[in-house]
């Protein structure tokens, strides 16, 4: 049996984007007058219908990464609020999210209110698919190189490392035809495999910085405040300190690498036992349990996962 109280340091991780699929979020509502309930509020916010498009798609209307990014936050918020609800006795210590994940994990540890938190993501989405359209990028995931060669791989190529997931699994992101060549260039370094990804353009990359002035701007009109736990910086790998530095950091992440294998070995290492994700799909998971064998890790996406968390914790 585990401890709800702060016996057991407890991280919320939120999940990021690449997790949306159709229908996340739709049984939580079903089964959950409050579920339905912010799924209501997110639509106000935002003036349209995102709870269906995450319910029904169509997918050509999901996957826009202005869609996409407010989706996975919506649905990683409600999966969060529900779990509180279920069990009212769970702390946290702590928050950390993937990319977009971030914003999410600073909006549950109280840095800004659900509809800014909300609204700036939407906008991100927007100005990060804009930059998207203006470049001919691209993502690959490279599978079982260390980090010592893909970076040389990177630098032969002309691209940029993106996400440090956990061991064996890399992002690298950079304009499309390099990409290609990358991809080339792992594998004969001994990469096992060397994948270009589906996405709209190089996210974590230089490509991107014509949306950091954007955000800047967005972010600017928004009440951002200390959070009440600490949540792990993409950037830096360790917490947030002042509101004025979240919004740099959260400009940053733009182009900046995803450090999420050295934000979790910052938590184990600050004696982090156990780790809930939040939020459609189990990628976090499945980098946790190729960082640390030993983390109790759950997961909260849907009504079935929300069970399991429940009984594992009461």
Known sequence: ?????????????????????????KDLAENFPTAQA??????????????????????SELIKTENAQPGIFLVSWVAFEMLK????????????????????????????????????????????????????????????????????????????LANLNCPG??????????????????KAKGAKRAIPLTVAGAYHSPLMASAQPKLQ??????????????VISNVTARPHTTSDQIAIRMVEQVTSSVHWEESMRYLLSQGYARFIELGPGAALSGFMKRINKEAQMLSVSDAASLEVAVKALS
């Open 217 to 230: 701007a967005e972010l600017a009109k928004v009440k951002l405040v200390t959070p009440v736990v600490p």
């Open 169 to 186: 699994q890399l992002v690298i992101s950079g304009e499309i035809e390099k990409i290609s060549k990358a991809c080339e260039l792992a």
């Open 1 to 25: 049996m585990f401890s709800l109280g702060r016996m057991i340091k407890t991280a919320f991780l939120f999940a990021g984007q690449g997790a949306q699929v159709i229908g996340m979020g």
């Open 38 to 59: 912010w799924f209501d509020r997110a639509n106000t916010a935002l003036g349209y219908d995102l709870a269906s498009i995450c319910f029904n798609g169509p997918e």
């Open 85 to 160: 609800e279920r069990v009212p006795a769970l702390m946290f210590d702590a928050t950390a999210g993937l990319s977009l994940g971030e914003f999410t994990a600073l909006t549950a540890a109280g840095a800004m209110s659900f509809e800014d938190g909300l609204r700036v993501v939407r906008q991100r989405g927007r100005f990060m698919q804009e930059a998207c359209e203006a470049t001919k990028g691209g993502m690959a995931a490279v599978i079982g190189l260390d980090e010592t060669p893909t970076r040389e791989v990177c630098a032969e190529a002309g691209i940029v």
